[in-house]
């Protein structure tokens, strides 16, 4: 009868060790989702559920933090993401053009050339220009176009004189482009996470950390923003360069009198540089002019002086 006892006792001792053991691993175990980002705060809820306690102001600010990030590496990312627009060709065209006109050509050029692209909604970007000594001018024009209107205006801007050479190049930036907006993205995500991070901080420690992460973040998102606005004022304004030389016209009769005029054109100007040499030196040449002349008056009174005492004595021996 004893032994019946203690057989029936160790068997519902067993049977509770069943129960209870059970019970331990269905609540350690939890409902862990297999999709990525929410394993990182289910076992916040699990152990909420088995009873594990209170949760605590520390619990609820990491409970948060992991729900944030889970949403910015899942939902909100792939989201992004999802959104980026259609890779398109983005392409920065650029064209070198050099014209050979007659002398005093230059300011028509430039007139017809800044007008073919204001008509179309263009603009002057930079201009230099320079004249020899035969008054031949030598100048470049910088041209902005839209462009959509870059190869009406590089038609127009040729018909203007004769051409010497043409060079015309042409950069792909699509993948950039989308790069850029990709990481613009994903930054601006990541600003917005720690903005509500660190309205949350509870200490002043938390709050500096929260801050100089955010800080490095918009400055690279600053920096990402204008690499992503100069491409597109590229991409919308293709560039052209004019360069024009004025040359004089070819001249028949090269032969005794072409040689005369050029050895006069040569005398004139070695006369008009030795002018310009003289009245860049004529102050010192006014000066050793005057010490010269103070000089021979000093040197002319000396010897009238000797020549009088020189006379005096001679009568007295």
């Known amino acids: 009868m004893r032994k019946h006892r203690i057989v029936a006792l160790l068997g519902v001792v067993g049977l509770l060790s069943i129960i209870l053991a059970a019970v331990v691993l269905g609540c350690g175990a939890g409902e862990i989702e297999e999709s990525p980002g929410e394993n990182t705060f289910s076992v916040f809820e699990d152990d909420w559920e088995c009873g594990a306690g209170e949760e605590t102001p520390l619990m609820a600010d ?13 939902g909100k990312a792939v989201e992004d993401v999802s959104s980026l627009p259609d890779l398109q060709l983005m392409v920065i065209r650029t064209a070198l053009v050099t014209m050979e006109v007659e002398k005093g050509d230059y ?26 000594d035969d008054g031949y001018t030598y100048a470049s024009i910088t041209l902005r176009v839209p462009a959509q209107n870059f190869d009406e205006v590089m038609t127009e801007v040729s018909s203007l004189g004769e051409v010497v050479s043409t060079q015309v190049n042409t950069s792909d930036v699509s993948s950039e482009y989308v790069d850029l907006e990709s990481r613009l993205k994903h930054l601006e995500a990541e600003e917005a996470f720690y903005m509500d991070l660190i309205a949350r901080a509870q200490t002043i420690e938390e709050m500096i950390s929260i801050r100089e992460h955010l800080s490095s973040i918009q400055l690279e998102k600053e920096q990402i923003q ?11 304004y293709s560039t052209l360069t004019l360069n024009v030389d004025e040359v004089s016209p070819d001249e028949e009769g090269e032969g005794f009198w072409h040689a005369v005029k050029e050895a006069f054109k040569t ?51």
């Open 226 to 236: 204008g690499r992503k606005d100069y491409l597109d004022q590229q991409i919308s």
């Open 107 to 132: 300011a028509h050029i430039k007139r017809d050339a800044v007008s073919v692209a204001s008509l179309v909604g263009g603009y002057v970007e930079s201009e230099s220009s320079s004249r020899n």
């Open 267 to 317: 005398f004139g100007r070695g006369m008009r540089n030795l002018a310009i040499g003289l009245f860049y030196a004529l102050p010192y040449i006014i000066i050793i002019a005057v010490l010269i002349l103070l000089g021979w008056i000093i040197i002319r009174r000396s010897r009238r002086k000797k020549g009088q005492s020189g006379g005096e004595e001679h009568p007295q021996a």
């Open 62 to 74: 990491e409970r948060a933090e992991a729900e944030s990030y889970a949403a910015l590496e899942t």
